[in-house]
């Protein structure tokens, strides 16, 4: 109980100190949320989405899951792109990966854990999809940091075939979908090389 207790005073502190740096900040905070950007990032606790882009609460909207993946057939993730395309009209949508992810290591080593290793599936084909050039790596450290890579790129587009996403650009709707990864290491984020503003750059 004494470890719970001691997250409620650090709330109350956050809150206190929040309210100190900016008096206003709660009372506008409560009247709406208008973020420009969707984060779809990992659960990995070491990948805090606000903290790592400096964005404070209210900024960035955010759906988190194991290996940050994107399915055509998981109505919680698909509800919180629809939500924020919808109604928040975000602009950006952020696909973030990480180094040293463990649900992409078990993939690429096809460990059995349990009900997760259905969720991981989808990373399983990513890495025999992509088996030759992960093959041409040295060693397991090189071929999982790719394949952390190679994850995220294909679930940005995964992403951008969704009804939502590519309903958005038909309706000339300002989107653009981004494909990033986050070094634990050293803590810097790192563009992939896509950035996708229309179906027709998806294809």
């Excluded at 992960?134 to 397991?140: G, K, M, N, S, V």
């Excluded at 294909?154 to 981004?178: F, I, K, M, P, Y």
């Amino acid at each position: 109980m004494r470890q719970l207790n001691e997250l409620l005073e650090n709330n109350r502190a956050w809150a206190a100190e929040a309210t100190r740096r900016d008096p206003d900040f709660f009372a506008r905070l409560a009247r709406q949320q208008s973020p420009e950007y969707l984060w779809i990032g990992c659960s990995d606790s070491r990948v805090p989405a606000n903290d790592i882009v400096g964005l404070l609460p209210g900024e960035l909207f955010v759906h988190r899951n194991v290996a940050n993946v994107v399915l055509h057939t998981d109505l919680n993730c698909l509800s919180v792109v629809q939500f924020a395309v919808d109604e928040l009209r975000v602009r950006h949508i952020i696909v973030c990966g990480h180094y040293g992810c463990g649900g992409v290591l078990a993939a690429l080593r096809g460990d059995r854990l349990g009900l997760v290793d259905n969720w991981l599936r989808p990373i399983q084909d990513v890495r025999r999809k992509y088996q030759a050039e992960l093959d041409a790596l040295p060693d397991e450290s090189a071929r999982h940091q790719r394949l952390c890579e190679l994850n995220v790129l294909e679930q940005v587009r995964n992403l951008g075939h969704t009804t939502v996403v590519r309903d958005a650009w038909a309706r000339c709707q300002s989107l653009t979908l981004h494909g990033w990864i986050y070094d634990i290491a050293d803590g810097l984020l790192r563009k992939l090389g896509i950035c996708v503003t229309s179906e027709d750059e998806l294809r």
